[in-house]
């Protein structure tokens, strides 16, 4: 069974810090890209944050570069998400999700799995 497993949310203070992780189960992960978005309250579309892509290359999306950082440990099959310097408008519900292809990566409809997502909220 396929399982991603998105963790770490929270309730943080503006200019605060989370780590969010994403544990993967049940599929080659090494050869899949894995890939953070997140879906804002309100908001139809789920924004492509950052990407770890199977050749262990990254995409980081502008809206967060400097801010956000992806890692990825194939031994563990572990992705994870470094969140800092946070702002209110980063508060939304983040995913995680796999992806056996190689392009269009930031779009969430090529991903074939997903998580159920962890819950961001930012206080001002």
């Known amino acids: 069974e396929v399982q991603l497993q998105a963790s770490g949310g929270g309730l943080v203070q503006a200019g605060g810090s989370l780590r969010l992780s994403c544990a993967a189960s049940?599929?080659?992960?090494?050869?899949?890209?894995i890939g953070w978005f997140r879906q804002a309250p309100g908001k139809e579309r789920k924004e492509a944050l950052c990407?770890?892509?199977?050749?262990?290359?990254?995409y980081v999306a502008d809206s967060v570069k400097g801010r956000f950082t992806i890692s990825r440990d194939n031994a563990k099959n572990m992705v994870y998400l470094q969140m800092n310097s946070l702002k209110p408008e980063d508060t939304a519900v983040y995913y995680c999700a796999a992806d056996r292809g190689r392009y269009y990566l930031g779009v969430p409809a090529t991903y074939d799995y997903w998580g159920q997502g962890t819950l961001v909220t930012v206080s001002s």
């Open positions: 990407i770890s892509r199977s050749d262990g290359s990254t």
């Open positions: 049940g599929f080659a992960f090494d050869d899949y890209a």
